[in-house]
């Protein structure tokens, strides 16, 4: 099998493997403490999360803290319920850009009806989009997961603080392939995307910024309850700063394979801006392409059909039709995601089988 779909999830980097093994049981038994205990073996699992903490933190801006959460899809909840819902009581409006993922954009729909920043053809969200008055939070991503986009949050979050907003940016397709994006207040990521395990993602908060917990209990994250698994910790720090030494050389392997991705699927539309992207991610799409029948008669290439979070839902992505695509080329749409493990001939060959079987449609 062929795996072109590293937006939806990334293979298991063997170094967070090895770091997590030993907090699993460990050769003397006794990686498996609580990391709160008071003990000896609570305090070496602590030492050990302090340490994946401080990892994970160096991918985020100076001045703020990590707290570890369950998935990205948690930290974003708790970001944006915890700022607007302040005591069960909303402090104001939740502004979202028409190209965010369903975490933020259902949660902000549950919170009440937000305003909407429209997006360019390219799919990059206009910095100029009115923000009423009573708006509390901005959300705007820095990498979009559909089409690979990368979003202008620096001037967006300006925007936001003349209206006296705060901002969450949610960079789980953006960290680690992108320096931490500036201005925002709070940021969300996730472990399986930087090459971590699945289970664990962080919100990182900017100092002073005041955030209501959403799970009550022990507060052992201060801002999250519960009891943090210390391999999970350690895969993702781990991870972390893998990519943070490895940011380079992964951007240079991803924009080659860009290029040659160009070359062999030449007469296919590209969704999305082809410079102010993320250069892993090619969203095409062919008019007329029955995507359901293209992946069934490619079982063995691992793509999407446009997000893996929307496959299954049956509509058209709300982010193709933010760019101003009909529903027909919506769905005629395939995602193709390469990263850190992927060779060139495995490119090949899976476009060698896509193409074939597209061409076999007519």
């Known amino acids: 099998m062929i795996y072109l779909d590293y937006q939806a999830t990334t293979p298991l980097a063997p170094e967070a493997r090895d770091a997590m093994l030993k907090w699993l049981d460990g050769p003397d038994g006794t990686g498996f403490g609580n990391p709160h205990s008071p003990h000896r073996m609570g305090r070496m699992a602590a030492a050990a999360v302090d340490l994946a903490r401080d990892q994970v933190a160096a991918l985020f801006p100076p001045g703020g803290s990590v707290h570890f959460t369950g998935n990205a899809c948690e930290a974003i909840n708790l970001a944006m319920r915890g700022t607007v819902m302040k005591g069960g009581q909303k402090q104001g409006r939740v502004a979202i850009s028409a190209i965010e993922h369903a975490a933020v954009r259902d949660t902000a729909m549950a919170i009440d009806d937000p305003v909407i920043m429209p997006v360019d053809r390219d799919g990059i969200a206009d910095t100029h989009a009115n923000l009423p008055g009573d708006t509390a939070l ?45 201005g925002a207040d709070m940021i969300a990521i996730s472990a399986h995307k930087i090459y971590g395990p699945k289970g664990i993602g962080a919100l990182w908060v900017r100092d002073g910024v005041d955030i209501d917990p959403q799970i009550t209990g022990g507060l052992q994250e201060r801002l999250r309850s519960g009891t943090l ?31 040659r991705a160009l070359d062999l699927f030449e007469g296919w539309e590209v969704n999305g801006s082809r410079e102010l992207r993320n250069h892993a991610n090619l969203s095409i799409r062919k008019d ?21 979070c929307a496959s299954g839902s049956g509509k058209p992505s709300h982010v193709l039709k933010a760019i101003g695509l009909s529903d027909a080329q919506a769905k005629s ?8 493990y992927s060779a060139v001939e495995d490119l090949e060959a899976a476009a060698k089988v896509i193409i074939n079987a597209a061409a076999q449609q007519g």
């Open 288 to 308: 007329g392409l029955d995507v359901a029948r293209l992946m069934s008669d490619c079982r063995d290439v691992m793509f999407s059909a446009g997000s893996a």
């Open 138 to 182: 901005v959300c705007i991503m820095q990498v979009n997961n559909e089409i690979g986009t990368v979003q202008p949050v620096a001037q967006i979050a300006e925007r936001a603080r003349e209206a006296g907003a705060l901002v969450l940016c949610d960079a789980v397709q953006g960290a680690g392939k992108f320096a931490a994006p500036g």
């Open 333 to 340: 749409t395939i995602r193709l995601g390469w990263g850190r």
């Open 229 to 259: 698994s210390t391999a999970l910790c350690a895969g993702f720090g781990a991870a972390a700063a893998l990519a943070a030494e490895r940011l380079e050389a992964d951007k240079a392997l991803a924009s080659s394979l860009w290029d």
